[in-house]
């Protein structure tokens, strides 16, 4: 095996095989870090949400 | 139940359907009977003399029994003792009586084939005044025998594809010599041929056996009832041709399905096309052949022949000679020794080509020794009616015809050669080598180099006397460092002469020197273009694999790279803070730019 067919032999695996094999990996821990993060967020806005219903109907003396 | 008795009788069915069908079958098997039966035509059933029958079962002895000589070799033929057939033609003295059989001999009969085989005629010898012998090779199976030519001295006419093996012409009926004498000899009323021809097995030969007879004869020859050779060919042609007046001819054909009484003693072996035959010679026998023709080269050439033999100790004393057509005259090898081969080369050029019936070789012993001449055949090869393919031996006076031709070469050549010896005898001799000596060029390259410069200065003005005189003393030294260094000749004008030569080759020697520097310059640049490319050629495939690597290891790590920084910012607004969120993605669009910037510069 020549030094050109090793070189395309690399290219395939990176490229071809253990790119799309990482993005899938990347692509279930993202989606698991996104349902993951939505409640503090959602719980975030919501009380920024609230506090901000709060000071609005307070009453002002 | 009636059910359970039809099962019954389906089982015994079942029993004899197994058992009747294959015995029934073998039991009325046809038996095939091989019976072989030899028919003579009717035409010809009753052409015999009662009494001369002469097989006796009481006293039956093999055929082998009657050969004289016992057979020394392979010997095939009809086992039994064979039976006398005469034909009730009466013949007038002019008459000719043929005997026309094939034979294919198997390779378990005689391998290969023989080289040398004593046969043994159909034709009874009694009353024969003269016999002779003609063996062809049919190309194609098949033959027939249509007739004979008309005329006083017709011959039977053979239709097939035919090429001569071996013509032997007027057997010497007198003869009964088996040892000394031709090759032939008529011993108990049979007449046996030794035959130098080669014969192969798987090949199917014609044995034509012609015979004239005295006044008032009989013809009648053997025949056997068994198939000689075992070859499946059981056949005799027999024609007879004869004239009671010119004007009055007689001719006809009898076609019998039966073999004739012939029998093969087989003497030697064969090779595959190459073989050789063993002669005890003395001095003043003879080995004659016609070598092929060459084709002629355009200019006057010598001839040289060489001729491959053995004997015990490898030396052979024989004269060569050789007739070449043009002139006539034979010219004879210079040598009359030789080892392992003959090879000789004509004392001139002859312009002429050597064609085969005009120029004849002959070796002629000048010793008594056993010689092994090697002969080439091919079962498929050359006809012997082209003498070419025969060779001629002259053995005590008496001559022998082998049909098939000596191993030798002739060719033409622009020099002699000669076979290796340690005799300077037989070698021309050498022009005497002159060594080319260079000469000492020193007084010329100082007078020379005075002279210019002298010249130089006379040209510049420069101080006229001492120039002058530089270029007197530089042409001085040039005219008699010729005189001192060159060892031409003695006398002035030859000395004068050898300096302008010598001067001539120093001018010519420089010229080549500067040539030869040329060229030297011009290889060296040529080898380094020629390295270069075959450096490209070689290390480019690398550094584009190398590229290809550092591509691929970019866009993995820059692809994981990006993914990371989208999830990033993806968790940073899953999380509310778009701030966070909007730096991330500014971290992530700088670095892109970082990277394009970085792509431009190197670009």
Known sequence: MDFMAISTWIFDILILQLLPMVSVILLIVGIFGVFNRLPKGIDKAAGAMGRQFGNSFRWRK | MISKHVLQIFALLAVFVVILVPFSAAAGEDVVEHTVQVKIDPEDADQYDKIVNLADPENAITNPDTWTPSPRGIWTGAGTEESLFQFDDVLPASNQFCVITSVNFNSTQIMNGASVTAIRSPIASENVLEMSLIVWRLGEPGWEVTGVTPGQYGYPIIEGDLNTVAEVFSINMTDTSVTAGDDCWTVDGRTYVLLHAPLYSGVEYIFQWSAQYEADCRPSIYITSQDVASDGLMRTCAAIRYASAPDEVTSHVHDLAIDPGISYDMWQGLGSGIYAESVYMKAGDTLKFYPRPISYPGFDAYHTIMIPFSTEDGTLKASVSIDVSDTGEPWVADRTEWTEYILSSSP?????????????????????????????????GGDVLDARNSAYMNIGDVDHTIYARPWHSYQMSVERVFAPSVDPEDFIPMVEVQENQPVKNIGLYIGTLMYMIGSTMVSRGIVI????????????????????????GEGPIEQIIASIRNAINAVKQALEAIGNFLLMIGEAIYGAIMWLADAISEYGAVLLGLLIIAVALGIFFMAIFVQLKLWGITWRMAEGDLQKAAAQAQGLASHGQGVVGKLRGRI
């Open chain 2, 348 to 380: 001139e050029q002859f312009g002429s080509v050597m064609a085969g019936y005009w120029g004849a070789i002959t070796v002629t012993i000048l010793e008594a020794v056993r010689v092994n001449w090697l002969l080439i055949d091919s079962p498929l």
């Open chain 2, 465 to 488: 006397a001492p120039a002058l005189l530089l270029m007197q003393g530089g042409a001085t030294m040039m005219a008699w460092s010729k005189f001192l260094e060159n060892e031409a």
